[in-house]
């Protein structure tokens, strides 16, 4: 997707600040990326292998790397154990909404239990990463509710969160969707919906600026929530619309932040947010 077409989405300009952050370190280090196969995992270890002074071990539930199941304890540390990471970075994720409601265990084995299996497993000195997601604001579904507790089970271990809004360009998205109907079909569009939108590079940015930095809550500063029914009339002024209503898991207004949560300081100008919760 263009730059153009991003920023109309986004309805700001792309952070060029996490767009061009380059991971750097004093000492050799080793950083398994769990959910390693997936779109931000994939791109994550190509942008990392740019750097010097890094070994990278990528896994998966179900993978062509290393096998790596994070809802079993055993496995996890048996990998850990033989690979010794100094980093973990957990991409490994049940992230499907509405699937969550239905799929409750399994979503609460992956995004849940799995991120405890990895924080036992790891080596006391190990930098722990979490990527969570704005559904664990407020939590109104189990996806959301699931990784909360993770948000709460990292940050407790002296971990940290990078908690993202709606990726642009990962699989499955609604503009994907969108671009993949046939013409002469009309496009399915939620239009009560609001979302916060960040790209694919942004997010990547922001787990490079969290590996570098001290253990906290980080999100990206997305400036502005956007409407479904707004956009696609942008992205699509003369196409044929089918209105839909939100599925079971959908929610119709994304927030920030958690009302427990306030921005305690704002980084890299203005591009990335460390928010404080009363909780921790």
């Known amino acids: 997707m263009n730059k153009d077409k991003l920023e109309l989405i986004l309805g700001r300009k792309i952070h060029s600040d996490l767009v061009n952050i380059k991971f750097s370190s004093t000492k050799h280090e080793k950083i398994l990326i769990t959910g390693g196969d997936g779109s931000i995992g994939i791109s994550l270890t190509k942008r990392l292998k740019k750097c010097d002074n890094l070994e990278i071990l990528t896994s998966d539930i179900v993978g062509e790397h290393e096998y790596l199941d994070v809802t079993d304890f055993q496995n996890c540390f048996s990998v ?3 690979f010794k990471p100094t980093i973990i970075i957990n991409l490994a994720g049940a992230k ?5 409601e239905k799929e409750i265990w399994k979503t609460l084995s992956i995004n849940t239990i799995g991120t405890k299996n990895l924080l036992d497993a790891s080596p006391e000195d190990c930098k722990f990463i979490l990527a969570s997601t704005c559904k664990a604001n407020n939590p109104e579904v189990v996806y959301g509710a699931s990784k909360l507790v993770a948000e709460k089970i990292c940050i407790s271990s002296g971990g940290t969160v990078v908690r ?14 969108w671009d993949q109907t046939p013409k002469n079909l009309q496009i399915k569009v939620m239009e009560n919906c609001e979302r916060h939108f960040i790209t ?8 490079i600026y969290s590996l570098m930095s001290s253990p906290g809550r980080y999100i990206i500063n997305s400036m502005n929530k956007i409407n479904i029914g707004d956009i696609s009339n942008k992205l699509y002024p003369n196409r044929e619309k089918e209105i839909v209503k939100p599925r079971t898991g959908d929610r119709l207004i994304e927030l920030e932040k958690s009302t427990s949560e306030s921005f305690e300081s704002y980084l890299l100008n203005n591009s990335i947010i460390k928010l404080n919760n009363l909780h921790d």
């Open 96 to 100: 499907h909404a509405p699937l969550g």
């Open 200 to 207: 694919l590079e942004e997010s990547l940015g922001l787990i």
């Open 164 to 177: 993202f809004f709606n990726v642009i360009e990962t699989s499955g998205n609604v503009f994907e969707i």
């Open 80 to 82: 850990i154990n033989k």
